[in-house]
């Protein structure tokens, strides 16, 4: 017989999806060299294990571990903690650690799909 009342195994994790574009801003690196710096890190992928994250995700997912203030990232409203799930269309639910900085890296401008635990509607 089948367990018809799975709310107790597993809880709803409630957020919305939340799209951000990002226009990534042009620098100088020490080099001379003109880069273009977005403003936020990310951790987590399918090849890292959260256990160990100092955050305490609990998924394999690609997350934002620290976001620069007054950067684009901040103005665009990026914030510490939010789940990437979209990159430019690249689907980063499942994606190494490698591959997801390959993608941020890519363009100049980042139409990201983010959810934010505990947001629920705007």
Do not use: W
């Not at 394999?60 to 799930?85: E, F, P, W």
């Amino acid at each position: 017989m089948q367990n018809t009342n799975n709310k107790n195994l597993f809880p709803a994790f409630q957020c919305l999806s939340i799209p951000i574009t990002l226009q990534k801003e042009m620098t100088i690196d020490e080099n001379g060299q003109e880069v273009a710096k977005c403003g936020f890190k990310i951790g987590g992928g399918i090849d890292q294990d959260f256990t160990k994250s100092s955050q305490g995700y609990t998924d394999y997912g690609v997350y934002v571990t620290d976001v620069t203030q007054n950067s684009a990232a901040d103005r665009a409203g990026l914030r510490i903690h939010d789940k990437i799930l979209q990159c430019n269309g690249y689907d980063m639910t499942l994606c190494t650690h490698k591959k997801a900085v390959q993608i941020i890296k890519k363009t100049n401008v980042l139409n990201l799909l983010v959810t934010r635990k505990g947001v629920t509607h705007m």
